[in-house]
C-alpha cells in the first residue's frame, strides 16, 4: 500500500510502467521525468527489495514514446524481452530474450519487458482503463465482488452509515480489502467531494508520522526551517482513513484522542489550537479490544473510534468470491495491457480455489497478474498459477468453523500437548521460532509439532507478526 496517498489524482501521462514482483503490483507514469531509477537502494523510483537486486541496478531514461534502459553495471544483470514472451525462458535468439551489456542505454518500446531479480517491468501505453487511473482515483468498484452473504451485510452498512459522520472502525486480515471499504465510506458520503487521505500507520516512524499528520511550526525542531500545514489540516472537510492504527505510539493516540474530542489540533512546536472538520475512518487487523485491556491501546481512543464496526472475513472463509474476483482481475489486467482476456483453464481455477489465500484479494490480484504477464498462448493454465504449496487447502482448514473474527482473537487451543502452545505465555513467540526451524518451515509438521491445526498456526504467526516461513 502507498504510504501516503490523496484524491485527486495527479495528472495523468502516456506512458507507464508496470511492476510486478510476485508479491504485488505497482504502477509508474514516466512522462515528464528525467530518469526513473531501478535497484535495491531507498532512493530509487522503483525499489526493488531483494538480494539478487543491485543496489543502484538499473536506470530508465524516458525518449518520447519509448524509453531507454542502461544496466548500471548490476551483479546479476538484467533480462530484456522483446514482446510478450515467457520470461521463464532466458534465450538470446534475436526477437526474444538477452542480457543487457552493461552501461549501454538500449530502445525499450511499449510491450517490451524487463527481468530484474523477481520483478517484471513491462512499459505499457497509458489507456482510459489503466491499473494508474483507477488506483490514483480511487473508484470504489474497482475490485468490488459481493457474492457472499456476509460481505454483502457489510457493503449495506458502511453506505448506510456513510449518511452520517460516526467513525467507522474496519477489522480484518491484511489484504482483505479494508481500504476498499474505507473508499466507499468516503464516497458515500457528503464528503465525497472534499480531500480523502490514506495514512499507513506501520509505514511511518512515529517521529515523522507526528510531524505528517498534524504539521509543524518553523524552527520546532532541526530542520524545521518553515512551518507546515499537516495531513490532517489539509484534508479539512474531507475523510482521513488511517489504515493500521493499532501500530500508533501512546504519544500519537493521546493526540489523535485530542483532535476526536475537540476537532482541533495543535502542530509540533505550536501553541495555538486550529479547529478541523474531518471524518475519520480507522483499519487494523489486530484486536484492538484485547489490545486495550491489555493496556496497549489506549481504550479511550478505542471508543472514539469503534462508533461502528465493521469485519471482513478472510477470502478463504467466503470462497465463493474466489473465481468471481480472479475472473475479474484477468479482465481489467488484461485490458491494461491492450491484450485479449486470457481463458483461465480448468486446473488454474481448480488451483486458485483449493488455495487458502493467506494474503487475501490483495494476494490473489497478485497471482492474476503474474500469470497474465508469464502466459504467452492466450491461455492460464496451471503452471502459470504461482502459489506456495505451505498454503493450499488441507483437512483441518476445511473442518474449521467459519468465523470470519476468529484472526482477530486469539483462536482457542486443543489442550495443550508436550511442547505445544499455551495461549498467552510468554514464551510462545520463541516456541513458534522453533518448531518452525526444527520442521525446515513446513508449516504442516511444525503445526502437528506443537499440537495443534495449520490454520491456527497461521493465525499465530501473523498475531506475533513474524515472517511467513519458506520451506527448506
Known sequence: MTHLSTIPPPPSSRLELVVNTGRKSEVFPVDGITVVGVGRDAE???????????????????????????????????????????????????????????????????????????AVISLQSRRRSSQSQLRAKGISNRSRVLVDPEMKNAYELVTRAASSDVNVL??????????????????????????????????????????????????????????????????????????????LGMGTQAKLLRVLEERTLLR?????????????????????????????????????????????????????EIEPFARHFLREFARHLGQPEPFLSPGALA??????????????????????????????????????????????????????????ERPKEEPAASGSLAGDSPDERQRLISALEECGGNQTRAAKLLGISRRTLINRIEQWQLPRPKKR
Open 44 to 118: 530509487n523510483t522503483i525499489r526493488v527489495d531483494d538480494a539478487s537486486v543491485s543496489r543502484q541496478h538499473l536506470k530508465l531514461h524516458p525518449a518520447g514514446n519509448m524509453v531507454e534502459v542502461e544496466d548500471l553495471g548490476s551483479a546479476n544483470g538484467t533480462l530484456l524481452v522483446r514482446g510478450a514472451v515467457d520470461m521463464d525462458e532466458e534465450e538470446t535468439g534475436p526477437g526474444t530474450a538477452h542480457r543487457l551489456p552493461p552501461h549501454q542505454r538500449l530502445p525499450m518500446r511499449v510491450g517490451d519487458m524487463l527481468r530484474v531479480g523477481p
Open 170 to 247: 474496519i477489522l480484518g486480515e491484511t489484504g482483505v480489502g479494508k481500504e476498499l471499504m474505507a473508499e466507499i465510506v468516503h464516497q458515500s458520503s457528503r464528503r465525497a467531494e472534499r480531500p480523502f487521505l490514506l495514512l499507513n500507520c506501520a509505514a511511518l516512524p512515529e517521529s515523522l508520522l507526528e510531524s505528517e499528520l498534524f504539521g509543524h511550526e518553523k524552527g520546532s525542531f532541526t530542520g524545521a526551517h518553515q512551518s507546515k500545514v499537516g495531513l490532517l489540516e489539509s484534508t479539512d472537510g474531507g475523510t482521513v482513513f488511517l489504515d493500521e492504527i493499532g501500530e
Open 268 to 320: 509540533v512546536g505550536g501553541v495555538k489550537a486550529r479547529r478541523i472538520d474531518v471524518r475519520f475512518v480507522t483499519a487494523t487487523n489486530r484486536d484492538l479490544a484485547r489490545e486495550a485491556r491489555a493496556g496497549r491501546f489506549r481504550s479511550d481512543l478505542y471508543y472514539r473510534i469503534s462508533g461502528l464496526v465493521v469485519r471482513i472475513p478472510p477470502l478463504r472463509k467466503r470462497p465463493t
Open 351 to 408: 488451483a486458485l480455489t483449493s488455495y487458502s489465500w493467506p494474503g487475501n484479494v490483495r494476494e490473489l490480484k497478485n497471482v492474476i497478474e503474474r500469470a497474465v504477464l508469464i502466459a504467452t498462448d492466450g491461455v492460464i493454465a496451471r503452471d502459470h498459477v504461482m502459489l506456495d504449496p505451505d498454503d493450499l487447502l488441507g483437512d483441518d482448514d476445511l473442518a474449521e468453523p467459519d468465523d470470519p473474527t476468529q484472526v482477530l
